[in-house]
């Protein structure tokens, strides 16, 4: 699948905040500046009406960027799309539940489920380590289209086995407002932010990877982009 419409990697250079802060982050980092760009957007077959195998569409973005709000105000409008639940060997969050949020797997547990083949994908992040249950995700296409969303070695996992994927990278407006939007969770100790905003860094040097790349400045204005992008607005 071809991402169209929105902001896309590779087109002619905009003036645009957002992306303008993600072009000068790569400066920055000292990664060669190939902002992702925009430009009208354009109908997409919907992610709904595509065979089986391409009904695949991974959201990737660093750790607090807000893509677990999104994706929730994007499962309201759609109900149809299916969220796949990922393990972890994190412990939960106040608030999450074990089969909703993630399945809550010890690493042993985990560790026998990557031997067994159990895993579409999987990663450590942060210390801890995440997976994508195969079965469930191909059990789910067959019915509809299935979201992912994981972090940036699983979404690379992702693009061997469903090359067809949409791949979308959520970005913050600034490197400053993710840390104060981890920061304001209040749930990770000093270390795991310095983890996690470490791994940030990585993560947005990384944008130019996927089909697409949308800013999560505004809430609503990034949810009809996604729906955009999807074929869904
Ligand atoms: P958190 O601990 O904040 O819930 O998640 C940390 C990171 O792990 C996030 O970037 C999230 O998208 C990612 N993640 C969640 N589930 C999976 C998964 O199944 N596979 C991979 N590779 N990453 C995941």
Redesign the pocket.
């Not at 195969?134 to 979404?155: D, H, K, T, Y």
């Not at 990770?188 to 944008?207: K, P, V």
């Given at each position: 699948m071809q991402a169209q419409g929105c902001f896309r990697l590779g087109d002619p250079w905009p003036p645009n905040g957002g992306l303008l802060w993600l072009a000068l982050l790569r400066l920055h980092l000292g990664i060669s500046p190939a902002p992702p760009l925009l430009c009208d957007p354009v109908p997409t077959p919907s992610m709904t009406s595509q065979p089986s195998r391409d009904r695949v569409a991974v959201i990737?973005?660093?750790?607090g960027v807000g893509?677990?709000t999104l994706v929730r105000r994007l499962l309201e409008r759609h109900p149809e799309i299916w969220l796949?639940v990922?393990?972890?060997t994190?412990s939960p969050r106040q608030g999450e539940q074990d089969g909703r949020d993630?399945f809550f797997r010890s690493r042993q547990d985990f560790e026998q489920c990557i031997a067994d083949g159990d895993f579409l994908?999987?990663?450590e992040?942060?210390g801890?380590l995440?997976?994508?249950p195969r079965q469930s995700v191909e059990r789910n296409l067959e019915q509809g289209p299935v979201l992912?969303?994981?972090?940036l070695?699983?979404?690379r996992?992702v693009r061997q086995s469903f090359p067809a994927a949409l791949q979308i990278f959520l970005a913050p407006p600034s490197f400053e407002e993710l840390e104060r939007r981890i920061r304001s969770r209040g749930t990770d100790s000093e270390a795991a932010i310095a983890r996690r905003l470490e791994r940030a860094r990585e993560e947005l040097a990384a944008a130019s990877e996927f089909d697409a790349v949308l800013v999560n400045g505004d809430l609503e204005e990034a949810l009809g982009q996604l729906e955009r992008l999807l074929g869904l607005a």
């Amino acid at each position: 699948m071809q991402a169209q419409g929105c902001f896309r990697l590779g087109d002619p250079w905009p003036p645009n905040g957002g992306l303008l802060w993600l072009a000068l982050l790569r400066l920055h980092l000292g990664i060669s500046p190939a902002p992702p760009l925009l430009c009208d957007p354009v109908p997409t077959p919907s992610m709904t009406s595509q065979p089986s195998r391409d009904r695949v569409a991974v959201i990737t973005g660093p750790s607090g960027v807000g893509k677990g709000t999104l994706v929730r105000r994007l499962l309201e409008r759609h109900p149809e799309i299916w969220l796949s639940v990922s393990a972890t060997t994190r412990s939960p969050r106040q608030g999450e539940q074990d089969g909703r949020d993630y399945f809550f797997r010890s690493r042993q547990d985990f560790e026998q489920c990557i031997a067994d083949g159990d895993f579409l994908e999987w990663a450590e992040f942060a210390g801890n380590l995440y997976g994508t249950p195969r079965q469930s995700v191909e059990r789910n296409l067959e019915q509809g289209p299935v979201l992912l969303e994981i972090e940036l070695e699983g979404a690379r996992q992702v693009r061997q086995s469903f090359p067809a994927a949409l791949q979308i990278f959520l970005a913050p407006p600034s490197f400053e407002e993710l840390e104060r939007r981890i920061r304001s969770r209040g749930t990770d100790s000093e270390a795991a932010i310095a983890r996690r905003l470490e791994r940030a860094r990585e993560e947005l040097a990384a944008a130019s990877e996927f089909d697409a790349v949308l800013v999560n400045g505004d809430l609503e204005e990034a949810l009809g982009q996604l729906e955009r992008l999807l074929g869904l607005a």
